[in-house]
């Protein structure tokens, strides 16, 4: 059975040593500290929040934006060499169950990562090879949380035998 790094990596096309490129400097030394986090934040929740598709919008519904830009880019900071704001403030970050109540799909994760691409592009205090690094991460982990996902559903969904038991006793 493949490991969730493998699923991500297979997935995204991003190699681990590409994914994980971002520990190979302090990306929030290299930035200048918490502002280019803040920028490329409001930047992508303000696309999210604007964006065409229904089905994509409707997952942000239940949060303020305000919210998840602040919960996005404490974890940014804190995962590329700051401080441990995000953790600090919510606890360990656990991605895959602060996401579980998301349908966290192929579709989505491509339609995120469309939005922080652009983010990204958008984002003049993060230089080139800084943005490359972190769209490698951005792009594995978005497909991690798409095989913590699928793996979640399936150890939630019932055994084929206990379902066709249950199913025989509702016979009778």
Known sequence: MQSLQQKASEWSGVAPSDAFSIDETNLFETLGGIQPFIDLSTNFYSRVYEDDEEWFRSIFANSRKEDAIQNQYEFFVQRMGGPPLYSQRKGHPALIARHRPFPVTH??????LHHMQQALDSTQSIDPESKT???YFFRHTAFFLVAG????NQAQAPCKHAASKS???SDD
């Open 167 to 169: 199913a025989a006793v």
């Open 149 to 152: 996902n699928e793996m979640t």
């Open 107 to 112: 579709e989505a994760a491509e339609r995120w």
């Open 133 to 135: 690094k972190m769209m």
